[in-house]
């Protein structure tokens, strides 16, 4: 079955940086594409970063999306997310997402506090 595991959170002061990981499985990884969104606490889910099979990538989120690197590993079945100059708004936990059949299927999320 379809399953997506995200990484890599935690707790940054404001100017950090973290780098989180999604391993996934259930479905031929290099074919599709994968998103990264995240949900501050009392707001809806946004889309942060998406990149497709070949590697294009569209932002959104756009106060993120100038700090944020997707990348993919289609060896290795995982899709990550490096984010510079993290700020207070960037708090949020950050979920992996891939729509396979019709179907989209999240991870479980991780947390994302950027605090001092």
């Known amino acids: 079955q379809v399953q997506l595991v995200e990484s890599g959170g935690g707790l940054v002061q404001p100017g950090g940086s973290l780098r989180l990981s999604c391993a996934t499985s259930?479905?031929?990884?290099?074919?599709?594409?994968l998103s990264w969104y995240r949900q501050a606490p009392g707001k809806e889910r946004e889309l942060v970063a998406a990149?497709?099979?070949?590697?294009?990538?569209?932002n959104d989120a756009d106060t993120v999306k100038v700090r944020s690197t997707i990348t993919r590993d289609n060896a290795k079945n995982t899709v990550d997310l490096q984010m510079d100059s993290l700020q207070p708004e960037d708090t949020a936990v950050y979920y992996c997402?891939?729509?396979?059949?019709?179907?989209?299927?999240w991870g479980k999320g991780t947390q994302v506090t950027v605090s001092s």
């Open positions: 259930g479905f031929t990884f290099s074919i599709y594409i």
């Open positions: 990149i497709t099979s070949a590697g294009g990538i569209t």
């Open positions: 997402k891939v729509r396979f059949d019709g179907e989209d299927y």
